[in-house]
């Protein structure tokens, strides 16, 4: 079985941080570009970062730029989004997906016609 299993939400009060974890079952992360995308209530789900599976180059949206950090670990397989500053409007699920190419899209579209989202990890934000 191939899946993306996404962990490491909770609830942090504002400024605080959390770092999520996405580890690869049964497909090996090293060889694919991952990106982190987040769906708050009430709203579309939209791109946060991604991290380049040829390169290790990586893209933030605005939003996120200069609080979070996209990185990977090859040997455990995992891509981390180390989340600071934390803000209110961060709460959201958030989930990861690999794809070969996916930094080169604009996350917002992708995540428009991406289907094969997983349970993704919650994060709640505390003013």
């Known amino acids: 079985q191939v899946q993306l299993v996404e962990s490491g939400g909770g609830l942090v009060q504002a400024g605080g941080s959390l770092r999520l974890s996405c580890a690869g079952i049964?497909?090996?992360?090293?060889?694919?570009?991952i990106g982190w995308f987040r769906q708050a209530p009430g709203k579309e789900r939209e791109g946060v970062s991604c991290i380049s599976g040829r390169d290790d180059s990586t893209y933030y949206a605005d939003s996120v730029k200069g609080r979070f950090t996209i990185s990977r670990d090859n040997a455990k397989n995992t891509v981390y989004l180390q989340m600071n500053s934390l803000k209110p409007e961060d709460t959201a699920v958030y989930y990861c997906?690999?794809?070969?190419?996916?930094?080169?899209?604009?996350?917002?579209?992708?995540?428009?016609?991406?289907?094969?989202w997983g349970q993704g990890t919650q994060v709640t934000v505390s003013a």
């Open positions: 049964g497909l090996t992360l090293d060889h694919y570009a």
């Open positions: 997906v690999a794809d070969f190419e996916i930094c080169a899209y604009d996350l917002d579209e992708y995540a428009k016609i991406y289907e094969y």
